[in-house]
C-alpha cells in the first residue's frame, strides 16, 4: 500500500502572536488560549494533552491524557503511578506536554519536570468522580498485560461487590502529576508557514525571558 499525502496542504491564517501582544506570564496567555478553544467548542476535550516521555527501555511514548487543573505552578493530570508512564516518570521526571487547537490554528509545547501532587489534592480530584471511573482505578492494573478481556471485567465485578454499601476510597497507586514548567511554547498558524513561534524560558530567578523562534 502506498498512499502520497503531498497535497494534504492548509494555509494558516486565523491569527497573528506578536512580542507586544504576548503578555510577561505564559500561564496567562495558555488560559487566554484554552478559553478562546473552550468558548469555541470545536472539541469535545479542549483538555486533551499529549504527553511524551522517556520509557524504561530508552525510547520516548507519548499519548494523550486529560489536563485537569493549571495553574501557576504548573499543569495537573491524574493517571496510576505504576502504569508505565508513572514508573518512567519515577526513573525521569523530564517530560513534554503539547496542546494542538485545530480551529484556532495553535499549539502549545510544554517542557517541564513532573512530579507527584499532595495525597489530599489527588483524594479531593478522586472524590469528584464518577463512581465507575473510580471502580476502574481499582480494577486496572494500568499497562500489564492481561490474559483476556474477560479478566478485566472479572476484576471489576470483584471490587464492584468489595465496595458495595462503602466509600469507594482513592487507590494508593492512583494520583497526581503536576509538570512544572520550565519552557513553554505558543505556536500560531501564518500564511506561507510564516508561523508565530513565542517560547517562554524560566530563568533562575522566576522570571520568564520571551523569544521569538524562526518557523
Known sequence: ??????????????????????????????????????????????????????????????RIVLLKRFTEEGFIFYTNYQSEKGKAIANNPNVCASFFWEQQERQVIIKGKAKKITPSLSDEYFKSRPEGSKLGAWASNQSEVVSSKEQLHQQLAMHTQHFKNLEITRPKHWGGYIINPISIEFWQGRPNRMHDRIRYTLLENFEWKIERLAP
Open 1 to 62: 500500500m502506498n498512499k502520497d499525502l503531498s497535497e494534504y496542504r492548509k494555509n494558516y491564517q486565523k491569527g497573528e502572536l506578536t512580542e507586544t501582544n504576548a503578555p510577561k506570564d505564559p500561564i496567562t496567555l495558555f488560559q487566554t488560549w484554552f478559553y478562546e478553544a473552550e468558548k469555541a467548542k470545536t472539541s469535545s476535550e479542549t483538555n486533551a494533552m499529549n504527553i511524551a516521555n522517556i520509557g524504561l527501555d530508552g525510547f520516548p511514548k507519548n
